[in-house]
């Protein structure tokens, strides 16, 4: 079976609800064609379906392969954000925020900025204030009105 009706299986069994079959699917894809040039997506929802499936160290290896092989990618940027958060990975959390919006403009980073500019009113990260500050004004994101 070809990679791309392979994938279409995994988010056919992920959309139903069969996170476990999914895994298998996205599995046997990087195992059959780790040098795909569409195999960073596959991590990228394979992160996802383990998310799902609360085995955040799991969803944290995919999300950190889809954003080592494609660093551009926003969402797996913050699929990667969103897992060390709930790994309670706060500092490489930040890093990882810091890494993207240094490089490309924020459009689903955007919410992220708003709710970490509302932090660091009430005191938190601030030992990232000035570079949480400075990455919300790039990317047009105002301080709350406190």
Known sequence: MAIDKLFELGIELRDKGDLRDSVGVFSKII???PNDEKISGVYLVLG???SDLKEHEKALVNFRMATDMNPKSELASLGLYITYVKLDRD???IRELIRYLRQFPANLYKDTLEELLEGLDQGYMTDFKVEI???A???GVEPPDM
């Open 31 to 33: 195992d059959d064609y």
């Open 48 to 50: 996802g379906v383990y």
């Open 91 to 93: 500092e490489e959390a």
């Open 133 to 135: 500050n400075k990455l």
């Open 137 to 139: 004004k790039m990317n």
